[in-house]
């Protein structure tokens, strides 16, 4: 049984670059969330999931924006990179009837030069 | 591996020894609260969790305490082992219509041998 898997591992991107990155849920879970965490910090809550739609955001401005396919996987995607956007970007994996019981990723790791 | 947490408050403790790790949240909306787990390079793993109708539960080695009161968390780990040695990170939820996870700043577990 899978767990939730993040691709790619590690990324460079310069300033102003596009980039995206991609989860599988864990086997069985319909519901995905998304967290940024920058180095010494806890993770932030970027958005949510379920039926293909987003049904809860964080404090992220509209350059992160995502998507759920038919097979609950999802993308993040960031526009217009900042190299603030430097972080770990992790994907969490739950049940929508059960979705504060999150499972994480390893994440991507994102670096912006 | 990559550190996750470079200036994170730290608490060393000696193999066998038991552990204490506090959290304090901050909404006094939330009903559910879990403490995870995170090593160098990863993402975090699920620990154990509590509901705010309890004040204690206990799993293998460890035990959530939770004072609502004050609104504090602690993690306890009985007879810690070198694999104990990680970032713990407490994270606090509110039930509802989509339930994200806020984070607490996290503390370094180092066990001396």
């Known amino acids: 049984d899978a767990g939730v898997t993040q691709s790619p591992t590690h990324l460079i991107k310069t300033r102003g670059q596009q980039v995206t990155l991609r989860c599988s849920p864990k086997?069985?879970?319909?519901?995905v969330s998304w967290y940024q965490q920058a180095l010494g910090q806890g993770p932030q809550f970027i958005f949510q999931?379920?039926?293909?739609?987003?049904?809860q955001r964080g404090n992220f401005p509209d350059r992160f924006s995502g998507h759920q396919f038919p097979n609950y996987s999802s993308e993040l995607n960031v526009n217009a990179l900042l190299l603030g956007d430097s972080a770990l970007y992790l994907c969490?994996?739950?049940?929508?009837?059960?979705?504060?019981?999150?499972?994480f990723g390893a994440g991507t790791r994102l670096s912006v030069l | 591996g990559e550190s996750v947490g470079l200036h994170l408050p730290t608490l060393s403790v000696q193999e066998g020894d038991n552990s204490i790790i506090n959290c304090a949240y901050s909404?006094?909306?939330?009903?559910?609260f879990i403490w995870y787990k995170q090593e160098s390079g990863k993402g975090p793993q699920f620990i154990i969790d509590?509901?705010?109708?309890?004040d204690k539960r206990q799993g293998q080695r460890v035990t959530v305490l939770l004072n609502k009161t004050v609104k504090h968390l602690s993690l306890q780990i009985a007879a810690t082992q070198p694999g104990d040695s990680a970032v713990y990170f407490c994270?606090?939820?509110?039930?509802?219509?989509?339930?994200?996870?806020?984070f607490g700043t996290g503390t370094r577990l180092q066990v001396t041998l």
């Open positions: 969490a994996s739950s049940l929508w009837l059960a979705k504060n019981i999150q499972y």
């Open positions: 086997s069985g879970h319909d519901t």
């Open positions: 999931y379920y039926e293909e739609e987003e049904r």
């Open positions: 909404n006094s909306a939330s009903d559910y």
């Open positions: 509590i509901r705010s109708n309890m």
């Open positions: 994270a606090e939820c509110v039930s509802g219509t989509a339930s994200k996870l806020t």
